[in-house]
């Protein structure tokens, strides 16, 4: 009877060398294939928001996450996701998406002070007898470029009217690219610059352009972080209704100013629609295509102070301010664009710590001017 032949074990050394190896492998091959599909875009689509938890009052956006449950990211299908603009439209809504910068999205203020809350509280009905429903998708930092952006993606939402609102700050050229937001979502930023031959340099340096690495698993380990973070913060936003970090005190809006007449890299006397970004306007318009469109001039805080004969605030010299009014009305007759100037809608005591952040007061005296313009647009005024 033969002994049974035996291969002896390979040494502990050999054995833990090749589970390294494989490892290794396994590890490079996970990146190249994460790079190479880059899958972030549709891992933004997956969300807890309006099943598990409601839709948020608007697009995700803060810096201290720990107490405004909350928290800024760059992946658009997320922030849209998370909104309550995604969930279905019902049959007797009239859905009216509020565009623009930190003013509409509500700076200082809880998200039930905001426009398109005392818009939907007013309780809103159109002459063919649907519920007026605003949705809010102001995003902070002023950029006409980063509303197109915006804008971009809203007609799977349904809108039956888009309320655009913008001020003279958002037009000037250096603004446009300014926003995070826009900077790391370069290639639709460059695809919207070609579809609509905007003024704007597709190689700006202040574009992202992420390298190889950067798309790996590893490079993308904040992205989808905060992709998590998202998620795991609507439970503590759900239950505290909190999503904005805001301060018991701030630094008032100025009202004193050096006698400075210039506007950005611009000077007196005269402000034309080729100094600044109204070719980006245009296509915000043409971006909505079937939907129309209510730009609107929204509220600015006029001062009384020293050298106020110069500059109604802090962002506007009085002769740049004039002419912008001046030059948006006419370009919204000629082009038959729905518009609305409501620079002087809010008193000037509601205004907080800029010169268009408003109280809650001040967001109702919008209001009472903004529904009755919508109103009149959905039953075909003109």
């Given at each position: 009877m033969s002994t049974p032949v035996t291969t002896p074990a390979p040494p502990p050394t050999r054995l833990i060398r090749n589970v390294l190896?494989?490892?290794?492998?396994?590890?490079?091959?996970?990146?190249l294939l994460f790079a190479a599909v880059n899958p972030l875009p549709a891992l933004g689509r997956l969300t807890l928001y309006n099943s598990v938890l409601p839709g948020r009052l608007r697009l995700p956006y803060g810096e201290s996450p720990e107490r405004s449950y909350n928290l800024s990211l760059y992946n658009l299908n997320a922030l849209f996701g998370s909104h309550?603009?995604?969930?279905?439209?019902?049959?007797?809504?009239y859905r009216v998406l509020l565009v623009g910068d930190s003013s509409v999205w509500g700076y200082l203020l809880p998200a039930p002070q905001t426009l398109a809350a005392q818009l939907n509280a007013a309780g809103l009905v159109t002459a063919d007898g649907r519920r007026l429903v605003a949705y809010n998708l102001g995003y902070p930092i002023l950029s006409l470029t980063k509303d197109l952006l915006l804008l971009s993606r809203l007609a799977p939402y349904q809108p039956d009217l888009i309320v655009w609102l913008v001020t003279l700050e958002s037009f000037p050229a250096d603004?446009?690219?300014?926003?995070p937001l826009v900077q790391n979502n370069a290639a639709e930023v460059r695809a919207l610059i070609a579809r609509y031959q905007l003024?704007?340099?597709?190689?700006?340096?202040?574009l992202v352009d992420p390298s190889w690495w950067d798309r790996t698993l590893i490079g993308q380990r904040r992205a989808l972080a905060d992709l998590l973070r998202l998620q795991l913060y609507g439970f503590l936003w759900a239950g505290t209704g909190i999503d904005q970090d805001i301060p018991a005190q701030y630094t008032?809006?100025?009202?004193?100013?050096?006698?400075?007449?210039?506007?950005?890299?611009l000077q007196p006397p005269h402000l034309t629609a080729e100094d600044v970004a109204f070719d980006v306007l245009a296509a915000g318009v043409e971006a909505a295509g079937p939907t129309p469109i209510l730009l609107i001039n929204e509220p600015m805080f006029v001062s009384a102070g020293q050298n106020s004969d110069i500059r109604y605030n802090f962002f506007y010299p009085r002769w740049a301010y004039d002419d912008y009014r001046v030059v948006l009305a006419h370009t919204a007759a000629a082009r038959g664009w729905p518009y609305v100037d409501l620079?002087?809608?809010?008193?000037?005591?509601e205004?907080?710590?800029s010169p268009i952040h408003l109280t809650p007061l001040g967001e109702s005296q919008l209001a009472a001017r903004v529904g009755p313009a919508i109103l009149s647009l959905a039953e075909g005024a003109p």
């Open positions: 190896v494989k490892a290794a492998l396994l590890f490079v091959a996970v990146n309550a603009v995604a969930r279905p439209k019902a049959a007797d809504e603004k446009q690219l300014f926003p003024n704007l340099d597709p190689h700006d340096p202040r008032p809006r100025q009202e004193d100013f050096e006698p400075d007449a210039s506007f950005h890299d620079w002087d809608a809010a008193a000037n005591t205004f907080t710590d």
